[in-house]
Structure formats: structure tokens, C-alpha cells
């Protein structure tokens, strides 16, 4: 193992964590790992470049997966537009406050639901729930595309003549 495999190991193992904790950056964190260890491994134009530029791509598209997969859910399970909007807007709003990723969203699609479109409770209810769902279908497509850009990383990494205690 080398020191840019170990460094990049522990920055995503690390982004792997952070997956399930909001507040996290945790898809920031492995593309910050992953740009220091092809420094470290001797950046090359080819092929590290196109790499480091599809990836830095992924990542802003990963970043976006949880307040759209929040407002498909919502529409999914019967709720308005505004209840998307709504969720959009909660988990932006949500970004700022401790579990906000979570119950902005929800919040959002809620209010939205009784307030704006003036549903009934247990509609809105219904479309609140499948925020829950969506963020929940975001955040397992987080962690499969975290698990594989990490799994590729490393195995671009590995070089096992070039030990740290070589």
C-alpha cells in the first residue's frame, strides 16, 4: 500500500460515514480525498485529469440527489407541485439547522401541502412520507455511487510495489 492509497482510504472511508450523517459534506470529502491523493501519486495529465474533471462532474450531481429524490417522493405519493417545491425549499432551508436535511424536507411538503394547496391532514400527511421516502431512495443512491467511485479510486491507487515500508 501507498501513502496516496492510505491517505485517499481514510477520506473516504470517512465520506462513507458521512452518507448517513447529514451535516457531512460526505461526497465533497471523498472528492477532496481523491485530489489529494493523485497529487500525491504524481499527477499526470492522462489519465488523472479526465478523471479528477468526470469526477468533480459526479459529485456536483451527487450533491443534488437529496432535495430532488426529497421532491420526487412527494409527488410520487400523491403530493402537489407545491409539495415538491416545498421540499426542495425545506431541504435547502434545512442545510442550516441540526437534522434539517431530514425534516426540512419533510416540513416543507407538509406545509406546503396544508397551507398552500390546502389538503387535509392526512394527505398531506401522505405526501410528507414520501419526502421521507425520496430522501431515503437519495440517500442509498449516495451510498451505492460513494461505494463505487471509492472501490474505482482504490483500485486506481493500488500499486502494491510501492509499500510505505518499502
Do not use: C
Request: charged share 10%; glycine share 12%.
Amino acid at each position: 500500500m501507498s501513502w496516496p492509497f492510505i491517505v485517499f482510504l481514510v477520506f473516504w472511508l470517512i465520506g462513507m460515514v458521512g452518507t448517513f450523517i447529514p451535516v457531512l459534506p460526505a461526497t465533497l470529502i471523498i472528492f477532496v480525498g481523491s485530489v489529494v491523493a493523485t497529487l500525491m501519486d504524481g499527477f499526470q495529465p492522462w489519465p488523472d485529469l479526465p478523471f479528477l474533471i468526470s469526477f468533480a462532474a459526479i459529485t456536483l450531481a451527487i450533491s443534488l440527489i437529496d432535495n430532488f429524490a426529497s421532491a420526487w417522493g412527494a409527488r410520487r405519493y400523491g403530493g402537489s407541485r407545491q409539495a415538491g417545491w416545498g421540499a426542495l425549499i425545506g431541504g435547502l432551508v434545512g442545510i442550516f439547522i441540526p437534522f434539517g436535511l431530514i425534516v426540512g424536507p419533510l416540513v416543507g411538503a407538509l406545509v406546503a401541502e396544508l397551507v398552500w394547496v390546502g389538503k387535509p391532514p392526512l394527505e398531506a400527511l401522505r405526501a410528507a412520507w414520501g419526502t421521507l421516502i425520496g430522501l431515503l431512495t437519495g440517500i442509498a443512491a449516495k451510498f451505492v455511487l460513494h461505494l463505487l467511485i471509492g472501490l474505482f479510486e482504490l483500485w486506481r491507487l493500488w500499486k502494491p510495489e510501492a509499500g510505505i515500508f518499502s
